[in-house]
């Protein structure tokens, strides 16, 4: 969710009231919870005609749909563990769900990274990096920033290296997680081919450049091979030339007008042009005026403001509602 749709998303669930809106967030995932409960802690009085505005065009947007994803365990817990915090909601949770276990890996989608990268950032690198592959790609960068730099390096490096998961490591991992999270013994994990030069690349793609340079130089100072694959995998905000016009034209809806003009400050003329074409006339003179006199921005800022834009077009691709062209004749994000 951008943060228009986050800050209308949390103005719904303060209207809707607990009981309603516990009943709409058992269908979200541990992100966006943690993204939803920020926007509400912090949110300002409302106003009236604001309220009356989100209400109707949630009103409007869901005659539309008639269905919706399920998985109502893992995101109440989420929601519980982000509202309560852990003991709390660990009590709350077994009297709803009764004696359903929380394995120790989707209980650490549900912790903030400064928590996990403070849980495990002693372990062995391997098992690191094991865990890391099991969560979302911009939470294993959150917590990789946490480390040093040399930790960093060689956890990516066994990311990539890294040839599925076998049933003895996940036993370790599990271990590892028993001691470290308080409940019940977590679930035994199923074996699951993660890892590789393309999970270490997506990591990558949500880490600043410094970080990005530190680790590539050590990638390629242990295999040259590997670290070239690793950059052909990753996926930079000149990527977006790859898209079509119709692609383009969906993200410009999903994207606001303010974070599109600074994370354009960065950008190839090219790219700039391949924007404002797929705008209406107005609007893309608007953007080019708006453009010319936006004062100096940090590049921390455009880079965040790039990133953001990358993790909707993921979403979009992820949904197969736009196509990017990699290298070679299949199509990845």
Same mark, same amino acid.
């Given at each position: 969710?951008?943060?228009?749709? =986050?800050?209308?998303?949390?103005?719904?669930?303060?209207?809707?009231?607990?009981?309603?809106?516990?009943?709409?967030?058992?269908?979200?995932?541990?992100?966006?919870?943690?993204?939803?409960?920020?926007?509400?802690?912090?949110?300002?009085?409302?106003? #009236?005609?604001?309220?009356?505005?989100?209400?109707? %065009?949630?009103?409007?947007?869901?005659?539309?749909?008639?269905?919706?994803?399920?998985?109502?365990?893992?995101?109440?817990?989420?929601?519980?563990? +982000?509202?309560?915090?852990?003991?709390?909601?660990?009590?709350?949770?077994?009297?709803?769900?009764?004696?359903?276990?929380?394995?120790?890996?989707? @209980?650490?989608?549900?912790?903030?990274?400064?928590?996990?990268?403070?849980?495990?950032?002693?372990? #062995?690198?391997?098992?690191?990096?094991?865990?890391?592959?099991?969560?979302?790609?911009?939470?294993?960068?959150?917590?990789?920033?946490? &480390?040093?730099?040399?930790?960093?390096?060689?956890?990516?490096?066994?990311?990539?290296?890294?040839?599925?998961?076998?049933?003895?490591?996940?036993?370790?991992?599990?271990?590892?997680?028993?001691?470290?999270?308080?409940?019940?013994?977590?679930?035994?994990?199923?074996?699951?081919?993660?890892?590789?030069?393309?999970?270490?690349?997506?990591?990558?793609?949500?880490?600043?450049?410094? =970080?990005?340079?530190?680790?590539?130089?050590?990638?390629?100072?242990?295999?040259?091979?590997?670290?070239?694959?690793?950059?052909?995998?990753?996926?930079?905000?000149?990527?977006?030339?790859?898209?079509?016009?119709?692609?383009?034209?969906?993200?410009?809806?999903?994207? +606001? @007008?303010?974070?599109?003009?600074?994370?354009?400050?960065?950008?190839?003329? !090219?790219?700039?042009?391949? &924007?404002?074409?797929?705008?209406?006339?107005?609007?893309?003179?608007?953007?080019?005026?708006?453009?010319?006199?936006?004062?100096?921005?940090?590049?921390? %800022?455009? !880079?965040? +403001?790039?990133?953001?834009?990358?993790?909707?077009?993921?979403?979009?691709?992820?949904?197969?509602?736009?196509? =990017?062209?990699?290298?070679?004749?299949?199509?990845?994000?």
């Amino acid at each position: 969710m951008n943060n228009e749709k =986050i800050h209308k998303a949390a103005i719904l669930m303060l209207a809707l009231g607990e009981t309603e809106a516990a009943e709409v967030m058992k269908h979200l995932g541990p992100r966006d919870v943690q993204k939803l409960g920020a926007a509400m802690s912090t949110m300002e009085p409302i106003a #009236h005609e604001d309220i009356s505005n989100v209400l109707g %065009e949630f009103n409007t947007i869901t005659g539309q749909h008639s269905e919706y994803g399920t998985n109502s365990d893992e995101y109440l817990r989420s929601v519980l563990t +982000q509202a309560l915090g852990t003991d709390k909601a660990a009590s709350l949770l077994n009297r709803i769900l009764g004696d359903a276990d929380v394995s120790g890996i989707e @209980s650490l989608k549900w912790m903030d990274p400064a928590s996990v990268a403070d849980l495990i950032q002693n372990e #062995h690198p391997q098992i690191i990096a094991t865990i890391l592959v099991h969560l979302e790609h911009d939470q294993s960068a959150d917590i990789l920033s946490k &480390f040093t730099e040399r930790l960093r390096n060689d956890v990516l490096l066994r990311i990539a290296t890294l040839d599925g998961v076998q049933p003895v490591a996940l036993q370790e991992l599990n271990q590892v997680l028993t001691r470290l999270l308080s409940g019940n013994e977590s679930n035994a994990i199923k074996k699951q081919a993660m890892g590789g030069t393309r999970t270490a690349a997506e990591i990558l793609n949500f880490m600043g450049g410094t =970080i990005e340079n530190s680790v590539m130089d050590a990638f390629r100072n242990y295999d040259a091979d590997m670290a070239q694959k690793v950059m052909d995998a990753m996926f930079g905000f000149e990527n977006l030339m790859d898209i079509d016009d119709r692609g383009i034209q969906l993200l410009l809806r999903e994207v +606001q @007008s303010d974070s599109l003009i600074i994370a354009l400050k960065g950008a190839p003329t !090219e790219l700039k042009e391949k &924007f404002l074409k797929n705008m209406s006339q107005r609007a893309a003179d608007m953007l080019r005026e708006d453009m010319e006199t936006k004062g100096p921005v940090r590049v921390s %800022e455009v !880079e965040a +403001q790039q990133k953001a834009i990358l993790v909707i077009v993921r979403r979009l691709a992820d949904e197969g509602q736009l196509v =990017i062209g990699g290298k070679g004749d299949d199509a990845f994000l």
